[in-house]
């Protein structure tokens, strides 16, 4: 079974705090997505990256970084959090077949 | 770029009844659809997709159809069931291999017994 395990299920953070948001995958996948859940928004993609160091800026990168410095790994840094990224953010995985593997998702709340 | 809307964004059916959930895309090159489905506090996970040079896809109770030419997709569920209350969610990609997924908005689907 693929499993894509994201570091934290909830998240606290203050107005103007760092955060990581870290996300591992055991199945040796190239490709690893970001996703944030907005109810009435569906998933929308973040950054994606398709090899190590190598990333895409997705539909809403603005306020986010990315970081994949091992291929299992991706990580989602939110430099200055602010309360409109108050949100879900799902985590995904591929091989070149088409299904993406989520994770259960981490859930910011940023006050 | 992609844009995919999606409705109802709520349906209520009958144990046994079907459901249909409808998206439409705006990218004629798109040639990759897929649909996830998430329970309650879980995962999304993939139900079922579809590519470009089909038409039609089944798989026991669910089925998808695909119109070109309309650029709009359809999930069906017959004999629906209470595990299948869920959110859905259809998305569109211009790539083989899906890398930039387009979902849309969702549907919440109940299912009364």
């Known amino acids: 079974d693929v499993k894509v395990t994201q570091s934290s299920r909830y998240l606290v953070k203050r107005t103007g705090e760092k955060v990581f948001l870290e996300c591992v995958q055991d199945?040796?996948?190239?490709?690893m997505f970001w996703y944030r859940q907005d109810p009435g928004l569906g998933l929308r993609l973040i950054y994606f990256s398709y090899d190590v160091k190598m990333k895409e800026k997705g539909d809403i990168p603005e306020g986010y970084s990315v970081s994949r410095e091992k291929k299992e790994r991706f990580s989602l840094i939110l430099e200055s959090a602010s309360t409109n990224q108050t949100s879900m953010y799902l985590c995904?995985?591929?091989?070149?077949?088409?299904?993406?593997?989520f994770g259960e998702g981490s859930r910011l709340t940023v006050l | 770029g992609e844009n995919v809307e999606q409705h109802p964004s709520t349906l209520s059916v009958q144990e046994g009844d079907s459901a249909v959930i409808k998206c439409t895309y705006s990218d004629s090159a798109s040639n990759y659809f897929p649909w996830y489905k998430q329970e309650l506090g879980k995962r999304p996970q993939l139900i079922i997709d579809i590519r470009s040079n089909v038409g039609e896809k089944k798989d026991q109770r669910i089925a998808v159809t695909l119109n070109k030419t309309a650029k709009h997709f359809s999930l069906h569920i017959t004999e629906t069931q209470p595990e299948d209350s869920a959110v859905y969610f259809c998305a569109a990609s211009t790539e083989e291999y899906g890398n930039k997924l387009v979902f849309g908005a969702g549907t919440i689907l109940r299912v009364k017994s």
């Open positions: 199945m040796d996948h190239e490709n």
């Open positions: 995904a995985s591929r091989i070149n077949t088409g299904e993406l593997f």
